[in-house]
């Protein structure tokens, strides 16, 4: 296969020309190094697996968004991503260990770091408003899927036995429902971002 002798770098910007192929070969070519990275750290496989997806979720929407500017050097890139997920991984565990349950319990209530001036806390709300409705717009195995990811934290495997489906099913509808997400977002000029 041609694909499979170009450089990590010819086969980003043929991604981004809209060649998902090229995507693969870069997940075929570095995924055991990136697996065997997450699973040197974390030393739980289910919580690696997941780890390991959602950086690849994370590699796509970067890539999307052009934030990849880092020539020829894209196994660090991912390395980073993997890494800065496990830290996130670490740091909610050690919020949710503070977080007494309650019957209203909201996972947006975690990510707050209670240094928001009330002007932030009505645009967080805003946000988080705007992308329930969105959400709600999505294809129903895709809006499935996110609920069950973001909303319930349900690992990829445990998601893939629910809706009897492959975990790369489940891994590509994820995909897809980002993709569509940002999409809706920008057809209806809705902006998610917190300033």
């Not at 129903?140 to 809706?163: A, C, G, H, P, W």
């Amino acid at each position: 296969m041609l694909n499979s002798v170009l450089s990590d770098q010819e086969l980003v910007k043929n991604y981004l020309n809209g060649d998902n192929a090229s995507f693969e070969i870069l997940l075929t070519r570095h995924k055991s190094r990136v697996f065997a990275f997450i699973m040197s750290k974390i030393k739980n496989r289910n919580l690696s697996e997941d780890i390991f997806q959602d950086t690849f979720i994370k590699v796509i929407n970067s890539l999307q968004k052009g934030k990849y500017n880092e020539e020829g050097k894209f196994l660090p890139w991912m390395m980073r991503i993997a890494h800065n997920l496990m830290i996130d991984h670490f740091r909610k565990e050690a919020k949710m260990r503070k977080v007494r349950p309650t019957a209203e319990f909201d996972i947006f209530d975690v990510l707050d770091d209670g240094n928001k001036n009330q002007e932030e806390v009505m645009m967080q709300t805003q946000v988080h408003a705007d992308l329930k409705v969105l959400i709600e717009q999505l294809p129903k195995d895709q809006k499935e899927v996110l609920k069950m990811r973001y909303f319930e934290d349900l690992s990829f495997k445990q998601i893939s036995n629910l809706t009897e489906t492959s975990i790369n099913t489940a891994l590509g509808r994820m995909r897809y429902a980002l993709i569509n997400l940002r999409k809706l977002a920008e057809k209806q000029h809705i902006d998610l971002q917190v300033k």
